[in-house]
């Protein structure tokens, strides 16, 4: 399939990792159709009415703009079958594009996804990438088909994940390299020259999305773990345990291997004002808190002014 240098294209997105793909067309002279982006939502203390990332972007850019809440009915399908896209670009969008949808656009639909698929298919790549403890992630662009980012892989770009990175760091970098990534990928469609690559499902795992509950701390899994989960859950939904008897975010961490012995949850030392929490092997160094009631601080901010001792157990 050779494109024809600037088809008809419209872009499917929603939050702050799409903005670098959408930037990169809107940036590139392509022919931008339409833009589409989940309705507004309520957002912050006031819950007013806000628009998402994307709708932001394109207003700026006067694109217009579409808010279906779904797209099972005929009404929403014929809307964007009357816009005649020869290609739809999907980056995050959050919403099941069925079939018949797909089968619109001349040339179908490519998505940018943040993972080597098959690896981590589904909501939450980068965070599951964390927190399983991958060495290496990436970006890949597809075709889009009916399954849950099973499409034929286009192209495909690693990138490293680093010992400090959180999901909110690693989330921003990914999505700078999904807006080159795509950009590239439609220069190839355009020469002819790529080839889509089945994916292998016996190598396939899956990201579900995360719940704010689940992030609580198991302290008698290994402290290397429970660094990773603090990084895979910042900035959201955000780890945390309880401490006398109030939650407590733990925004940043250090795992230390030395060997210890105490109850998992307890803390074992209060050296130079940081707190060292005994875990299910070695101990975990809480570097940055959030008590509840409290702004997120350092740990020897947090020790001197709420009084820990040492003894005192996490997740009480």
Not at 103 to 126: C, E, M, Q, Y
Not at 183 to 206: E, V
Not at 215 to 234: F, M, N, Q, T, Y
């Amino acid at each position: 399939m050779i494109l024809p240098k600037y088809p008809r294209l419209i872009f499917m997105g929603t939050p702050d990792f799409a903005l670098p793909s959408l930037k990169a067309l809107l940036e590139s002279g392509e022919d931008m159709v339409s833009i589409y982006t989940r309705p507004d939502r309520p957002k912050g203390r006031g819950r007013k009415s806000a628009p998402s990332p994307v709708k932001e972007l394109a207003l700026s850019f006067n694109r217009p703009v579409f808010q279906p809440v779904s797209f099972k009915e005929a009404l929403v399908q014929d809307q964007l079958a009357e816009q005649k896209p020869d290609i739809l670009i999907v980056v995050a969008y959050g919403l099941i594009l069925p079939q018949p949808v797909l089968d619109i656009p001349t040339w179908g639909a490519v998505n940018v996804h943040a993972s080597l698929l098959p690896k981590f298919r589904g909501a939450a790549p980068i965070q599951w990438a964390i927190i399983s403890g991958e060495k290496e992630t990436g970006v890949t662009t597809m075709r889009l088909d009916s399954g849950m980012d099973t499409g034929n892989i286009l192209l495909q770009e690693p990138e490293p994940i680093f010992e400090t990175d959180t999901a909110g760091i690693l989330h921003d970098r990914l999505s700078e390299l999904g807006g080159r990534l795509l950009l590239q990928t439609l220069t190839s469609l355009r020469q002819g020259i790529l080839i889509p690559q089945p994916q292998d499902s016996s190598n396939a795992c899956y990201a579900p999305p995360l719940k704010k509950a689940q992030g609580e701390i198991r302290w008698e899994l290994p402290a290397v773990e429970i660094d990773r989960w603090i990084r895979g859950l910042s900035p959201w939904p955000g780890a945390f345990t309880f401490l006398r008897g109030k939650r407590l975010i733990i925004h940043r961490a250090e795992a230390d291997l030395m060997e210890t012995s105490g109850t998992p949850g307890t803390i074992q030392s209060l050296e130079q004002g940081c707190m060292q929490i005994q875990t299910g092997q070695g101990l975990l160094t809480v570097l940055e808190a959030q008590l509840e009631g409290h702004r997120r601080m350092s740990s020897e901010e947090l020790v001197r002014g709420v009084s820990i001792r040492v003894g005192n157990r996490a997740g009480h």
